[in-house]
């Protein structure tokens, strides 16, 4: 088994702050990703890194950054904090050839 | 752009009933479905999956999948207010490292 963790859990910010989030697994999975859940409905992809140092856009990339800076390792970076944000950042992973994803515990954001 | 529907938006089952929900994926190039359950402020858990056409059961749970149609459905019999939850359908297109995920369906379990 493995295990997924981001940092921090809660994170509030203010308004047009750059804000970075971590995550980090030891699953020695090759796929890492980034999603935004909002209200608790469903998942919108932000981007996905199939390999050290690749950053694939997903759906809802503007807005954000990414980084792979090492295999168990994946950022990403809110750039301009928009007011009255308030989601759930959740990063997963999954294994070549097994596209069934693993997900982190979130980190939930706040921006005053 | 791959769309995920899923259907209902929120279902309200007794305990001990059977709760039934939907999924469908407009991109005809989708060949692998996943349930996921997502318990309130918890992150979401795989559940159950499928790429063959037909029906798969584990315990309470079967998932049935129409690759005609592009639907698949989760039962869940003899449901326990520890069911409710979101539940999130996923599909992934051929050849691709993503999934796209639906909006998902929240289910009540009332005891």
């Known amino acids: 088994g493995g295990i997924i963790t981001q940092t921090p859990k809660f994170l509030i910010g203010q308004e047009g702050q750059k804000l970075t989030l971590k995550c980090q697994q030891n699953?020695?999975?090759?796929?890492m990703y980034w999603y935004r859940q909002d209200s608790g409905k469903g998942l919108r992809l932000i981007y996905y890194?199939?390999?050290?140092?690749?950053?694939q856009k997903g759906d809802l990339s503007e807005g954000y950054d990414a980084s792979r800076e090492k295999k168990s390792s994946f950022s990403l970076t809110v750039t301009s904090a928009q007011k009255n944000e308030m989601a759930v950042f959740l990063c997963?992973?999954?294994?070549?050839?097994?596209?069934?994803?693993?997900f982190g515990p979130g980190t939930r954001l706040l921006v005053l | 752009q791959q769309k995920v529907q899923q259907s209902p938006e929120s279902l309200i089952v007794p305990e001990g009933g059977m709760a039934s929900l939907n999924c469908t994926s407009s991109?005809?190039?989708?060949?692998y479905f996943w349930w996921y359950r997502q318990h309130s402020g918890k992150s979401p858990k795989m559940l159950m999956?499928?790429?063959?056409?037909g029906e798969k059961e584990e315990g309470r749970f079967t998932v049935h999948l129409n690759k005609a149609s592009l639907h698949t459905s989760l039962h869940i019999r003899d449901s326990q207010p520890s069911d409710s939850a979101l539940y999130l359908c996923?599909?992934?297109?051929?050849?691709?490292?993503?999934?796209?995920f639906g909006k998902g369906t929240v289910l009540l379990v009332s005891p």
């Open positions: 997963a992973s999954s294994g070549t050839g097994q596209d069934t994803q693993y």
């Open positions: 999956s499928i790429f063959s056409n």
């Open positions: 890194s199939i390999t050290e140092n690749d950053l």
């Open positions: 991109d005809r190039n989708v060949d």
């Open positions: 996923a599909a992934r297109g051929s050849g691709y490292n993503k999934l796209t």
């Open positions: 699953f020695n999975h090759d796929t």
